[in-house]
C-alpha cells in the first residue's frame, strides 16, 4: 500500500465532472494563487493556497462521502481514470501482448497477452478505452467486437493448455452494437467467451476497474473471485439505456441508476462479487499509485484464494458460484 | 381456445380485434393484410395460410404441436426471489410482474416440459414473448437450468425455442448473470453428450442471444426471426446510416453463417425429430407408428404427418 498522503490530493484531475464544479473552482483558485506567486519573486501566497487546499478537501470528502449511483457511474467513466493499460504497466511486468482472433482481424478494444505478476507467468486480458482521442477511437471506446472476445476466447485457451492464472480486467460501455459487428457474430463470440471462462482448469480472476458494461463485461468477469474498484459500476443495461426503455425518457439515468443497483457496494449485498477495492479519495484518478497499488494487493489475494487448486475444483466452484448466484435478494 | 389471448401485446391485440374482427373469428395477416379463418389459422400453428408470415405462438400451443398427440408434462421450475432488488420504474415490479400473469394466464416467461416427440423422448423449453417481452430474469435462469438437469436425468436431448427482448431490466444485475448461469446449463448437457437444439424464433434479441440462445449443437431459425445482440434501432443511431434490408433477419443471418437451418414452423417438428433421432444414433421416426392424437385433445392438433425424410425411403 501507499504512504500516508496529505490533505492535498496527489493529482488534481484535467477535467472535473458536473457535481465537483465547486470544487474545480476552489482547487483552480489555489492553482492560480500558486501561479502568481512563481512569477511574482517576493510574493507569498502560501497561505492563501493552503487555505483554500484545506476547503477543497473538506469538500472532496463531503462530495465522495455517499456518491449517488449515478454520480458513480460518472466516476466511473471519468476520463482521467486509470485503465486497463495503466493497470499493466504498474502491476504486471515483461507484458507481452498478443494480438489478433486468427480469423478475421486484431481488436485493439481488447488487450492481452502473456505477463508476470509477482514473478509469476500469467495471461492478463481486458478491456481498454484508451486515453486521448486518438487511441479512443482506435481502441472503439473499450467497446469490443466479435473478434475482441474471440482473441480473448484465444489466449484462454492457451492459458489453460500451459496452466497460467487468467486475470481479466473489465472497463466497458458495453459490446460494440454495429452493422459488422452483428454480421459476424457479436452474440456467438461473447457467449464462446462466456463459456471459454466456465471451461478453463486454471484460477481466474476478475477486476471491474471501471465501467462494466452488460454482456461485453460478463464475457470476461464469469471468474473465480470478481472485485469491483469502490466506484465503479455493473449493470445489465447502461442508465441511460434503461432509462430510456422503462422510462420513456434517457434523461431519467439518474433515477435508472439508483433503481439498477449497480453499485460496488449493492452487487457485494447481492454476492454477485466478492470484494471491494478501495479508492483514493476522489476516485482512483486522483492517486493513480494507491489505486494501482489497491488493484494489485486484491488481485495478489484473489489468486492466493484459489491458486493450487485442481482443475476439476476450480470448474466446479466457478460454476456452483453462478449457478447459486440470485439465492438472495437485498434487504428490504 | 382463443389463441389471440396468448398473442403479443395481448390487450392492444384483442382491442384490435374486436373493433375489426367481430366475435375474434377472424384475423388479419399484419404482413400481407389477408384475413385468416381463426380455426384456421390456429391450425396452421399461426402461420399465414396466404403468405407464411409467422405470428407468435404461446409455448402451450407450440407444446401441444410439438408432442406425440399434444401431451405433455410439465416440468417443475424453482421459484426465485421475487422482486430481490426492490426495483420501480414508472410501476414497481410486482406489479407488472402480476398485470403479465394476469394478462397471459401464465407463471412466467418459460414453459418447461417433458413428453415424446415422434415417439423421441425429449425436454423443451419454450420462452413466451408475450410475458414481459419473453425477458431473462431469475426465473428464465431457473427454467433453463431445471430443463437441462432433467434433461440429463433421462438421458435425452433439450429443444429450446428463444423468444426474448432481452434481459429483465427489472432485476438488474442479476438478470445479467442468468447469462454464466445458463450458460452451465448447456455445459451439463454437453458433458453428457445430449443434443442441446436451439429454435430461435421472433425475436431473441440481446443478453439471451449472447448466451444460451446461440450455443446450441443445431442453431435452427423460423423465417424472418429477429436474432440479434444489439437491436436495428440501437445500431443505426450509433453509425447513424440506414441498414440493409433483412439486416438480422434469420435469413440474413443463415446467409453470414451464423445459423444452420432456417425452418418454417410447420416443417420444424419433422425436421427435430429427423435432426434429435440421427444425433442419438436411433433409427428413423417410422410413419404410421405414432400414437393418434387423443379424443380428447385440444383444438389444436399435432400435424397429422410426422414422417422424417429418412423414413420416406
Ligand atoms: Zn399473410
Known sequence: MSEPKSDRPTTEPSSYLDFEKPLAEIEGKARELRAMARQNEGVDMEDEAKALDAKAATMLRDLYKSLTPWRKCQVARHPDRPHCRDYIDALFQEFTPLAGDRNFADDLAVMGGLARFNDQPVMVIGHEKGNDTKSRIERNFGMARPEGYRKAVRLMEMADKFNLPVITIVDTPGAYPGKGAEERGQSEAIARSTEKCLQIGVPLVSVVIGEGGSGGAVAFATANRVAMMEHSVYSVITPEGCASILWKDSEKMREAAEAMRLTAQNLLDLGVIDRIIPEPLGGAHRDRKASYDAVGKAIGTMLGEVTGHSRDKLIKDRRGKFLSMGSKGLAA | ?313
Open chain 2, 1 to 313: 381456445m382463443n389463441w389471440i389471448t396468448n398473442y403479443v401485446r395481448p390487450r392492444i391485440n384483442s382491442i384490435f380485434s374486436r373493433r375489426e374482427v367481430p366475435e375474434n373469428l377472424w384475423s388479419k395477416c399484419s404482413e400481407c393484410g389477408t384475413m385468416l379463418f381463426h380455426r384456421e389459422l390456429a391450425e396452421n400453428l399461426n402461420v399465414c395460410t396466404s403468405c407464411g408470415h409467422h405470428m407468435a405462438i404461446s409455448p402451450r400451443d407450440r407444446f401441444k404441436a410439438l408432442f406425440d398427440g399434444g401431451v405433455f408434462v410439465e416440468v417443475k421450475v424453482p421459484d426465485p426471489v421475487a422482486d430481490p432488488l426492490h426495483f420501480r420504474d414508472q410501476k414497481r415490479y410486482p406489479d407488472r410482474m402480476k398485470a403479465a400473469q394476469r394478462d397471459t394466464g401464465e407463471h412466467e416467461a418459460m414453459l418447461v416440459a417433458e413428453g415424446e416427440m415422434g415417439q423421441t423422448g425429449i425436454v423443451a423449453v419454450a420462452q413466451d414473448f408475450s410475458f414481459m417481452g419473453g425477458s431473462m430474469g431469475m426465473y428464465v435462469g431457473n427454467a433453463i437450468i431445471a430443463a437441462a438437469e432433467r434433461a440429463v436425468k433421462l438421458k435425452r436431448p433439450l429443444v429450446l425455442f428463444s423468444a426474448a427482448g432481452g434481459a429483465r431490466m427489472q432485476e438488474g444485475i442479476l438478470s445479467l448473470m442468468q447469462m454464466p448461469r445458463t450458460t452451465v446449463a448447456v455445459q451439463m448437457l454437453k458433458e453428457a453428450g445430449l443434443p442441446y437444439i436451439v429454435v430461435l424464433t421472433h425475436p431473441t434479441t440481446g443478453g439471451v442471444t449472447a448466451s444460451y440462445a446461440m450455443l446450441g449443437d443445431v442453431q435452427i431459425a423460423e423465417p424472418n426471426a429477429l436474432i440479434c445482440f444489439a437491436g436495428p434501432r440501437v445500431i443505426e443511431q450509433t453509425i447513424r446510416e440506414k441498414l440493409p434490408e433483412g439486416f438480422q433477419r434469420a435469413e440474413y443471418l443463415l446467409d453470414h453463417g451464423m445459423l444452420d437451418r432456417v425452418t418454417k414452423r410447420t416443417d420444424m417438428r419433422d425436421e427435430l425429430i429427423t435432426i434429435t433421432r440421427m444425433l442419438l444414433g436411433l433409427p428413423p421416426a417410422v410413419k404410421g407408428t405414432l400414437p393418434k392424437p387423443e379424443a380428447e385433445a385440444p383444438a389444436i392438433e399435432a400435424p397429422a404427418t410426422p414422417a422424417t425424410p429418412g423414413a420416406k425411403k
